[in-house]
């Protein structure tokens, strides 16, 4: 994550000319007009534009994997991750001659990111086997991610640690806001990315700047956040990342510039405060700021008493163990400064460190990272200092870390509460959902409450009550498909019930995929090719599914221990290979297997609530009568038959609709 987050007026205004008056003469409405569009919108940051182009050529041209990358990379750069993860899973299983291996890495990036841990550590750990001899980035990253799995795993595992609060619309926009610091509980400075900047060049482009604010009231502001004094808010440039001495009467920032080779240099700035009044900003001295092109950026200041200060900050410098690394720097109330060092590799990863904060109270350092094992992008950590050094850090948790980015992490002199900033889902947006950086506030969970984050703190009570008897609550995961390998459970036989439960039936499934790829692949293409769909299928499709119904129970099992009663409705459905009957039958197996598996789910958690008939399953058995046309009912064709995805596509059962009926009570 950069240190501001670029959105050009044309994010906007071109978009606006686009599709409301249509394009210029100069590009036609053909396939490669809109992707020249397209690139050049990549090429300039613009990635929320870029899709809307690229969607454009699509209706042009399907079946480009060229174009399908293209729209992968602008999701994942948008930070779109939900779509980014099809996109990729698109380009994956279509890319017959790996023009694209990347798409795996990028594919297993987006699940971590959207919290599918499990498929996340296989598809690592794909890309770390097919790349044993490469010593990129890529490939030790994804051994690294493979090596975590365990950590990551009991991570998801936690109880909340944290309530987090989105601070509102009082304070955060659909832009980017971040970076807060509060002084007592009255006064929070934070950064925002909503102003536009007009160059007076005419031939010049206006653009997105992000600028310091000062809002006062703390958590409920009493009036509209406003920007401080412009001499510290320089007009063209991007201002924020304001750390304060503990006395708020100096502050260092950033400033940054947009250069012509994309890259966004930044250094350190320091003003005081004079009888009310902020000095003109002056650049740090010494070996801080670097002149060659490198960043300095999100300090944090920590006073030493007589001994002065140091300056912590992240910077991509040369003597890193990474990308951004976290480095400190002493100096004395004339503001001179030590040479910067860095903070060693106990803190440092390959990957990216940084938004480093001090709590001088506790003598406890908190940054975020990409390096250490996580939930998803940047988690916060905490590594606490005993004589002088920093111990090995530790993940703070769930609630303060999601599977989205979590920066900036700032806590009270006084107390445990504080902020931090977040892409989290629950932030205002304009496009994505996770596009966009949020100020949260946090405060340590003392017990097991429900926490649900929301954009008002004020309808946060109402929101509690709410949820479970809200459809919005279970929307995401409708409908859910859960798949089965041929004429499973119970082989050739006219039961409407099985003994079995669902999660054998996927571990057994998962544990066929060399029997699909070899009885799927026939000679005619490259067994790569052909091992490649299969791969795809139990990635994107079977494993998807079994993590999205554990997810989904969990929200069944909270919505039972509100009081809600609800009535799941499921429909079977079956390949074409049997009689009609037969199918249906079948399809009411698969049913009773799903049925199995969820009154054991969690210890048998949800079972009391179907004996009291608080929670039941209505069946819509389809059997074959949903089968998509052309897919092979030929006995004697198994590879068709079974073991094509195309066939194994049409053996599923589906959770089409939660019905929320009379009598609950949350």
């Excluded at 399953?617 to 004697?636: C, F, H, I, M, Y």
């Amino acid at each position: 994550m950069s240190v501001v987050l670029k959105y050009r007026f044309y994010h906007i205004a071109v978009l606006f000319v686009v599709f409301f008056t249509g394009l210029s003469n100069s590009y036609s409405q053909t396939f490669n007009a809109w992707l020249r569009a397209g690139d050049e919108a990549f090429s300039e940051a613009r990635y929320s534009e870029s899709i809307e182009y690229y969607k454009k050529a699509l209706e042009f041209e399907t079946g480009d994997v060229a174009l399908d990358y293209r729209m992968a990379e602008a999701c994942r750069l948008y930070k779109d991750y939900e779509k980014a993860e099809a996109w990729y899973a698109r380009v994956f299983g279509s890319d017959k001659t790996n023009t694209y291996p990347l798409a795996l890495f990028y594919l297993a990036e987006m699940k971590k990111y959207n919290a599918d841990y499990g498929t996340a550590c296989r598809l690592f750990g794909d890309y770390a086997a097919k790349h044993a001899q490469d010593s990129s980035y890529f490939a030790i990253k994804a051994k690294t991610e493979s090596g975590y799995c365990e950590q990551v795993l009991a991570l998801d595992k936690q109880s909340l640690k944290a309530s987090v609060v989105n601070a509102g619309s009082e304070v955060n926009s659909k832009f980017s806001d971040f970076g807060a610091s509060i002084s007592g509980d009255s006064v929070m400075y934070y950064a925002s990315l909503r102003f536009i900047y007009e160059p007076k060049e005419k031939k010049e482009k206006p653009y997105f700047v992000s600028r310091i604010l000062k809002s006062e009231g703390g958590v409920k502001p009493k009036k509209k956040p406003a920007p401080i004094a412009a001499m510290v808010n320089d007009p063209p440039l991007h201002n924020g990342n304001a750390g304060f001495s503990p006395d708020h009467r100096l502050v260092i920032f950033t400033r940054c510039e947009d250069t012509q080779d994309g890259k966004r240099p930044c250094r350190l700035y320091y003003s005081k405060l004079n009888s009310g009044r902020w000095s003109k900003p002056e650049p740090i001295s010494g070996a801080v700021n670097s002149d060659s092109g490198y960043t300095t950026t999100q300090p944090s200041i920590e006073a030493r008493g007589a001994e002065g200060y140091t300056l912590y900050f992240a910077s991509d410098r040369p003597g890193g163990f990474g990308k951004m690394d976290i480095w400190k720097s002493d100096f004395d109330a004339n503001m001179r400064f030590s040479d910067p060092v860095n903070l060693g590799e106990v803190i440092n990863t390959f990957d990216d460190e940084m938004t480093p904060y001090m709590d001088t109270r506790n003598s406890v350092l908190y940054f975020s990272s990409y390096g250490h094992a996580g939930l998803g992008g940047m988690d916060i950590f905490k590594s606490q200092r005993e004589n002088g050094v920093l111990l090995n850090p530790q993940n703070i948790g769930k609630g303060y870390n999601t599977s989205q980015n979590d920066v900036y992490f700032t806590i009270n002199n006084h107390d445990d509460k504080g902020t931090l900033t977040s892409n989290r889902k629950g932030s205002l947006y304009i496009a994505s959902k996770t596009c966009c950086y949020d100020i949260y506030y946090h405060e340590p969970l003392k017990t097991d409450t429900l926490i649900v984050e929301v954009v008002d703190t004020q309808k946060v009570d109402s929101i509690l009550k709410a949820d479970p008897i809200n459809q919005e609550y279970y929307e995401d995961f409708l409908p859910l498909s859960l798949y089965f390998d041929n004429d499973e459970p119970d082989k050739r036989t006219l039961a409407i019930t099985t003994n079995k439960s669902y999660d054998r039936l996927y571990r057994d499934y998962i544990a066929r995929i060399p029997d699909y790829k070899e009885n799927y692949a026939d000679g005619k293409k490259e067994r790569k090719v052909s091992d490649s769909e299969i791969d795809s299928f139990f990635t994107n499709t079977v494993t998807y599914s079994w993590n999205m119904l554990n997810g989904f129970c969990g929200k069944v099992e909270k919505a039972m221990k509100a009081g809600v009663v609800l009535e799941l409705e499921i429909r079977g459905r079956a390949s074409p290979l049997a009689e009609t009957a037969y199918n249906v039958n079948l399809s009411r197996r698969r049913i009773s297997s799903l049925l199995n598996y969820m009154r054991s789910y969690n210890n048998g958690a949800l079972r009391s609530y179907f004996d009291s008939g608080k929670l039941k399953l209505t069946e819509v058995p389809a059997g074959e009568s949903l089968s998509k046309s052309g897919v092979s009912d030929n006995r004697g064709d198994v590879r068709n038959s079974i073991y094509n995805p195309a066939a194994a596509s049409e053996r599923l059962i589906e959770l089409i609709g939660v019905r929320i009926n009379p009598g609950s009570n949350p």
